[in-house]
């Protein structure tokens, strides 16, 4: 048993250092390389920070228990982790409908991209997107944070997530059940909608493109976040939306992995291989690197 924690341990590890560095080099090649100063890869920064964010609130803390095993929190710390957990995956839902309105308008009305998706509406949307979050956040996190805990208090769990703390509550949950079912419609009903729709015209419009490699080019510009959003939307539906009747606790576990872990990991990878600038902005990072240690 031990063996085995030290590999899970060191594979989570393994992910997390990768997370935040490949997250890291995004942040970095979009501040500093001129080609990249555009709304798309300014939301592609604003992804990455968030996804910083989220591992840092989740990963540490789960290290611990691979570790040990089992491991104790206070429960403010736990509503502090469940507060920021949710804040950021709020603020990921808002901000990719952003990204894809964004997409949206660069391949639906590419005369007027410029004019519409100025900096300083760039800033708003994201300014907007975080303001929503916390308060979102705030109301499931009050709600929750009301309830009594009078059992043992063992959350056989990876992280202080909301299903698991509503189960070993012996308060009456249903109506912090009911609020967190509406907050779904603004979160992930909403979000996603708009996402399909966005999608559905950018489709019809590549669609009318007469070439082939104008049609290809055109998709490619948004397949990252496509691949993105597939990913984020799937396992967040599965965890909060489909109903938990015959679904394992492994199961439950894994769902949560793979949009806590699993996607802060790849979103660096999909967008830098499967984008042509940021490979480029990458070369050329490397290029200059080694003529500065050349000239020292």
């Not at 090649?29 to 990455?48: A, E, I």
């Not at 968030?50 to 095993?69: G, K, Q, R």
């Not at 639906?108 to 997107?129: E, R």
Request: proline content about 3%.
């Amino acid at each position: 048993m031990a063996v085995y924690n030290l590999l899970l341990f060191t594979l989570v590890l393994i992910i997390y250092m990768v997370t935040i560095c490949g997250n890291y080099l995004i942040i970095m090649l979009v501040y500093y390389s001129k080609t990249l100063h555009s709304p798309m890869y300014f939301f592609l920064s604003q992804l990455s920070i968030s996804d910083i964010m989220l591992t840092t609130d989740i990963a540490p803390n789960m290290l611990h228990i691979v570790l040990h095993e089992r491991t104790s929190i206070s429960l403010s710390g736990c509503i502090a982790q469940l507060y920021v957990f949710g804040t950021i995956e709020t603020f990921e839902c808002f901000l990719l409908t952003v990204m894809s309105y964004d997409r949206y308008v660069a391949i639906c009305s590419p005369l007027h991209y410029v004019s519409i998706m100025k900096q300083t509406l760039c800033i708003q949307l994201v300014f907007a997107s975080w303001i929503f979050s916390c308060t979102i956040a705030s109301i499931s996190t009050l709600g929750v944070s009301q309830l009594e805990y009078c059992g043992p208090n063992i959350i056989d769990y990876l992280f202080c997530d909301l299903n698991p703390l509503l189960e070993i509550s012996c308060s009456d949950t249903s109506r912090v059940q009911m609020k967190i079912t509406l907050l779904c419609v603004p979160v992930l009903i909403f979000p996603f909608l708009v996402i399909v729709v966005s999608y559905t015209y950018i489709v019809l419009t590549i669609l009318k493109i007469s070439s082939f490699s104008g049609r290809l080019k055109s998709f490619s510009t948004c397949s990252s976040h496509l691949t993105v959003v597939f990913i984020f939307y799937g396992t967040l539906i599965a965890v909060y939306l489909i109903p938990k009747k015959g679904q394992s606790q492994t199961i439950s576990k894994i769902m949560s992995l793979l949009y806590t872990v699993f996607t802060p990991f790849v979103n660096p990878f999909i967008y830098s291989l499967r984008n042509k600038e940021i490979k480029d902005s990458l070369k050329m990072l490397y290029k200059n690197k080694r003529i500065f240690i050349q000239n020292l």
